[in-house]
């Protein structure tokens, strides 16, 4: 299931692509990315016994994606990103593995001149955020303290906004390097108000290292 979802996010990803080339992007690159985040949304789970605080342990992931340039300092980035992250809740010494799937279209505004070898780009756009629960996430035998509450898959909206640089190696090789703050509302799982009130606010920085090819040769 997750090789089939990271091939049909691939191959929507190389559609935009093809299908923008089309009106006369000036370049297209393509990247790859492996990701770390922080410690992103924070949450109250109410037990029959307490009120715990709950977080997300963020962890690794990779992005993959291409950028199709339609003048010399502006271009869209579509992308992908899976990763991984624990809903940790403390004071029941409980933790569930969840599985992040994230699919984006950012406005990428890069400096009309690069400096060195460097050229500084900023980054804003929406997003389509998508959580699994995995192992004993789905379902547990006891969530928070109620019997029989399961875990279910969970999708937000939001949007994202960062900054980063290329790094040029050759006429179409170069390292990327980036930070992006992701918002979004906090995902709840499906579960029922009186487990889980929700209305939080996420907060996901995700800071990446990656390399980008270009289909034609660099110009700075």
Not at 48 to 74: D, H, I, N, V
Not at 130 to 135: A, I, K, L, Q, R
Not at 162 to 185: E, K, P, Q, S, Y
Request: contains cysteine; glycine residues 12%; hydrophobic residues 35%.
């Amino acid at each position: 299931m997750r090789i089939r979802t990271v091939i049909q996010c691939l191959a929507c990803v190389a559609a935009a692509g093809l299908g923008c080339s089309t009106v006369h992007a000036q370049n297209i690159n393509l990247f790859a990315m492996g990701s770390g985040s922080s410690i992103f949304g924070t949450g109250n789970i109410v037990s029959p016994t307490l009120t715990t605080f709950s977080r997300y342990q963020a962890g690794e992931g990779f992005t993959l994606g291409t950028e199709l340039s339609f003048a010399k300092f502006l271009g869209l980035e579509p992308s992908y990103y899976m990763g991984r992250s624990n809903l940790e809740l403390f004071g029941l010494n409980e933790s569930h593995d969840i599985r992040q799937e994230r699919g984006s279209a950012d406005l990428m505004v890069h400096a009309p001149r690069p400096i060195w070898r460097l050229r500084p780009y900023g980054a804003i756009g929406p997003e389509y955020d998508h959580f699994v629960p995995m192992g004993a996430g789905m379902p547990p035998d006891a969530f928070a303290g109620y019997p029989g509450l399961a875990l279910h898959t969970s999708n937000k909206f939001g949007f994202n906004y960062g900054i980063g640089t290329n790094l040029r190696i050759t006429t179409r090789l170069a390292l990327a390097l980036d930070v992006r703050d992701h918002r979004f509302g906090s995902p709840t799982y499906g579960l029922p108000s009186y487990a889980y009130p929700g209305g939080h606010s996420a907060d996901n920085l995700v800071y990446s290292l990656g390399i980008e090819y270009r289909l034609r040769k660099l110009n700075w």
